[in-house]
């Protein structure tokens, strides 16, 4: 079975520009989560969607960054502009919700704002 | 709010050996726990998880974690450690009693000598 699909795995940029992050979740899920991963802060929760639809932003950082799920099987997380603080692993997870079921992770997309 | 304490940032044991990583949560109902491994650019796999019944939980690759409720802890345990289960662990509380709002605490490194 296909995991959760992430890409880029690695993407370097210099700061101003443009970042997209792509997922693509495990079939049949219905919940989708982005994530921030750092030394310093640990693995933290962006956003989370369920039936595509936003539940829950509280975790996003600031304006620049946006998350969109136009459909059940992609989701993109952007930044604009990037700042070298951005800089971090970003890991995308699904889920179905529902009673008891836990979230699958994928490999994450390692960034780099120079 | 919730909140996920793992006191040993890293530990080293050798091959064969036992191991307990500690986990302390914060969190004023039944909580949904969970354990989650992480090896080097790769993303989070989930070992095992607790949502209610048998406090002892088996996971895969021989882990099990105990869920004491007294103590608000939900210790990992594996009786002989291989040279594979090098990684960073995390545990993980539901925060809002779910699956969703998954808060994490900051990792347990592990060595494996051997």
Same mark, same amino acid.
């Given at each position: 079975?296909?995991?959760?699909?992430?890409?880029?795995?690695?993407?370097?940029?210099?700061?101003?520009?443009?970042?997209?992050?792509?997922?693509?979740?495990?079939?049949?899920?219905?919940?989708?989560?982005?994530?921030?991963?750092?030394?310093?802060?640990?693995?933290?929760?962006?956003?989370?969607?369920?039936?595509?639809?936003?539940?829950?932003?509280?975790?996003?950082?600031?304006?620049?960054?946006?998350?969109?799920? =136009?459909?059940?099987?992609?989701?993109?997380?952007?930044?604009?502009?990037?700042?070298?603080?951005?800089?971090?692993?970003?890991?995308?997870?699904?889920?179905?919700?529902?009673?008891?079921? =836990?979230?699958?992770?994928?490999?994450?997309?390692?960034?780099?704002?120079? | 709010?919730?909140?996920?304490?793992?006191?040993?940032?890293?530990?080293?044991?050798?091959?064969?050996?036992?191991?307990?990583?500690?986990?302390?949560?914060?969190?004023?109902?039944?909580?949904?726990?969970?354990?989650?491994?992480?090896?080097?650019?790769?993303?989070?796999?989930?070992?095992?998880?607790?949502?209610?019944?048998?406090?002892?939980?088996?996971?895969?690759?021989?882990?099990?974690?105990?869920?004491?409720?007294?103590?608000?802890?939900?210790?990992?345990?594996?009786?002989?450690?291989?040279?594979?289960?090098?990684?960073?662990?995390?545990?993980?509380?539901?925060?809002?009693?779910?699956?969703?709002?998954?808060?994490?605490?900051?990792?347990?490194?592990?060595?494996?000598?051997?």
């Amino acid at each position: 079975d296909a995991g959760v699909i992430q890409s880029p795995r690695h993407e370097v940029t210099e700061m101003g520009q443009e970042v997209t992050l792509r997922c693509k979740p495990i079939s049949g899920h219905n919940s989708l989560f982005w994530y921030r991963q750092t030394m310093m802060r640990g693995l933290e929760l962006l956003i989370y969607f369920n039936n595509n639809v936003p539940i829950d932003d509280s975790g996003m950082p600031e304006d620049r960054f946006s998350a969109k799920m =136009p459909n059940a099987s992609f989701s993109t997380l952007k930044i604009q502009p990037s700042e070298p603080r951005d800089s971090a692993v970003y890991f995308c997870a699904s889920m179905h919700a529902g009673a008891n079921q =836990p979230q699958h992770f994928g490999d994450g997309t390692r960034l780099s704002i120079l | 709010a919730q909140s996920v304490t793992q006191p040993d940032i890293h530990i080293t044991v050798s091959e064969g050996a036992s191991l307990e990583l500690r986990c302390n949560y914060s969190y004023g109902a039944t909580p949904y726990l969970f354990w989650y491994v992480q090896s080097p650019g790769q993303g989070l796999q989930l070992l095992l998880k607790y949502f209610s019944g048998d406090t002892l939980v088996q996971g895969i690759k021989g882990f099990e974690a105990e869920f004491k409720r007294s103590q608000s802890s939900f210790n990992l345990r594996k009786p002989s450690v291989h040279w594979s289960d090098a990684a960073e662990y995390f545990c993980a509380v539901g925060a809002q009693g779910g699956s969703e709002k998954l808060v994490f605490g900051k990792g347990t490194k592990l060595t494996v000598n051997p």
